[in-house]
């Protein structure tokens, strides 16, 4: 496990010194520090293509740079390469999963390329094989454009809470990742704001992308005390500036993806409020980057360094 400076000029200290004699506001940080740095974590989404490239080294490299834990891309992925990533200490516990088999437009992901998985049929199997590999967290990451009316997430609220209840009975939160395209506004009210009224928290969680928050126009920090006690995780990720709100995240210009602390988003006072509303852990991603691996490296550097 690697260290922060921080961390081993404490040690130094007590060893010499005896913690009960150093000021614990020099320390302050320690407490978010130990349970989101050390267990930081990479939605593996970042490495796409490096993964495609060399599996075995890119495994290798994300865990020497000292990422503890991976949140897959979906089930497939982790199915192939858990393994691997446990033998570089890399745990996954947590993974996107192909949305469709929550909404059911299968004809409409089919046109697109995407299948089944074999041998998963349906929402129950899914879960089921998700027990099995250990996992403990599943998130509802994407949809189609045709799917994201408003609607549509009245429908999609009941599908969350009836698989909601099948994650619950297999000790598994099922959580909803954000984009940008659910805080746009129609007729007077957003999807975003139809998960926060008609979710059940015993039930669904939040997987809140604080990059997403920004480029719509949102606070995070203001954001996530508002789902205060709803948040399972965080993803980390860097907006460049905010010259213009986007809501599509397709049209999102690839430049605005930046290594954290690179960009405008104030991931300090994040991480504190997140350790005051215990949210379980938190992943860095940056969806484009000229050279990825270098920039997941930048990005747990930029933390061990506010912290």
């Known amino acids: 496990m690697q260290y922060s400076r921080r961390q081993i000029i404490k040690q130094l200290f007590t060893s010499f010194i005896g913690s009960t004699l150093i000021p614990q506001s020099i320390f302050s940080m320690d407490d978010f520090t130990k349970k989101y740095i050390d267990n930081i974590g990479l939605q593996l989404w970042t490495v796409r293509n490096e993964l495609s490239r060399d599996l075995t080294k890119t495994l290798q ?5 000292g990422y503890q ?3 897959g891309m979906n089930l497939p992925q982790v199915m192939s390469i858990k393994d691997q990533a446990n033998d570089v200490d890399l745990e996954i516990r947590s993974t996107f999963f192909q949305w469709t088999y929550l909404t059911n437009n299968w004809e409409l992901a089919n046109s697109r390329g995407i299948q089944k ?3 998963v049929s349906d929402v129950e199997s899914l879960v089921e094989l998700s027990h099995k590999l250990g996992l403990k967290n599943l998130t509802f990451g994407y949809l189609f454009p045709e799917e994201r009316s408003v609607e549509d997430y009245k429908k999609w609220v009941d599908a969350l809470h009836k ?4 994650c619950q009975q297999a000790d598994i939160t099922l959580s909803y990742h954000n984009h940008a395209f659910e805080f746009k506004d129609e007729q007077g009210i957003t999807p975003f704001q139809v998960l926060v009224d008609r979710l059940d928290p015993e039930l669904v969680k ?7 928050v920004k480029a719509a126009g949102l606070d995070p920090l203001k954001m996530m005390q508002q789902l205060d006690g709803r948040i399972s995780h965080l993803h980390l990720k860097e907006l460049k500036n905010t010259n213009y709100i986007q809501f599509d995240d397709q049209t999102m210009p690839h430049e ?3 290594a954290l602390g690179e960009g405008i988003i104030e991931f300090q006072s994040i991480l504190k409020e997140a350790s005051r509303q215990k949210i379980k852990s938190c992943f860095v991603e ?6 990825p691996l270098e920039s997941i490296q930048k990005s747990i550097n930029f ?4 912290t």
């Open 303 to 306: 933390l061990r360094e506010i």
């Open 256 to 258: 605005q993806f930046v």
């Open 117 to 119: 998985i074999k041998g």
């Open 206 to 212: 939040f997987e809140l992308d604080v990059f997403w």
């Open 163 to 166: 698989m909601g209840e099948l």
């Open 69 to 71: 834990q991976l949140e």
């Open 286 to 291: 940056q969806d484009h980057a000229e050279a």
């Open 61 to 65: 490299s994300i865990s020497d740079f």
